[in-house]
């Protein structure tokens, strides 16, 4: 049995995924300051929140792509990990959100793609034109499948009651596209490209290095933060 090829760091890619949670995290303490009321805004219609949350997932996914540019073998131990993450984040949801609890959100969503992604590497530079045609079926679908488990692949009419969705298609595009990049990106630092940071971005890389961690403990402390004080300002 082959051992994994240890990742590669490359600062820029953990610090756009460090911005990426910074951003997240601002995204969701204003939801959760809706939830408790202290502010009222409609983060399922408003394009002011449901942009960010795509512009954020997006990162995400980018991210994820290109970080599997940077190995040669799956890494099962994480993504047994985030299969184990996005298990308890449904199991949470359902407790908070019974109506609407999160079955199939972004760490769902990464793990499926991951296996997906691991099937079209050999493609390499071509995951540019695969993700494209994930963006051509999303728009112009061949058919129509409302309802679980349907809904996972996101050719729907009706977007689901859920709390967070993040299904294969659209977003399976991001990911390859991430992936396409990342691989330009190796030819390119083969010839000299120096991914050196600014040092002010330094938060952001270290952040980034440790993302499920901090994405799972995140909005505990916050949600827990907030059920605290709330009754003590806001009686």
């Not at 359902?94 to 499926?112: N, R, T």
């Not at 600014?198 to 949600?223: A, C, D, E, W």
Request: proline share 7%; net charge positive; hydrophobic share 50%.
């Amino acid at each position: 049995m082959k051992i994994p090829k240890k990742i590669d760091r490359l600062p820029l890619l953990d610090a756009l995924r460090g911005f990426a949670m910074v951003w997240m995290t601002i995204f969701h303490f204003s939801f959760d300051l809706n939830h408790f009321g202290w502010i009222q805004q409609d983060f399922y219609s408003n394009p002011v929140w449901t942009w960010q949350r795509s512009c954020i997932v997006s990162l995400f996914l980018f991210c994820v792509g290109w970080s599997q540019a940077l190995t040669e073998h799956f890494a099962w131990k994480r993504w047994l990990q985030i299969t184990l993450c996005a298990a308890l984040v449904t199991a949470s949801s359902y407790a908070m959100y019974p109506h609407s609890f999160i079955y199939f959100g972004v760490l769902h969503g990464i793990a499926s793609m991951l296996l997906v992604l691991w099937v079209l590497k050999p493609l390499g530079q071509w995951l540019w034109l695969v993700g494209a045609a994930c963006l051509l079926l999303f728009f112009y679908p061949p058919f129509i499948a409302n309802g679980m488990p349907w809904n996972v692949l996101g050719l729907i009419s009706q977007k689901p009651i859920t709390e967070d969705y993040v299904p294969i298609l659209p977003w399976l595009a991001i990911v390859c596209f991430g992936y396409a990049f990342g691989i330009q990106v190796k030819m390119m630092k083969k010839k000299g490209l120096s991914m050196t940071l600014n040092p002010l971005f330094k938060p952001f890389t270290v952040l980034g290095r440790y993302s499920l961690r901090y994405y799972m403990l995140h909005q505990p402390i916050l949600i827990g933060t907030l059920w605290l004080i709330t009754p003590l300002i806001r009686p």
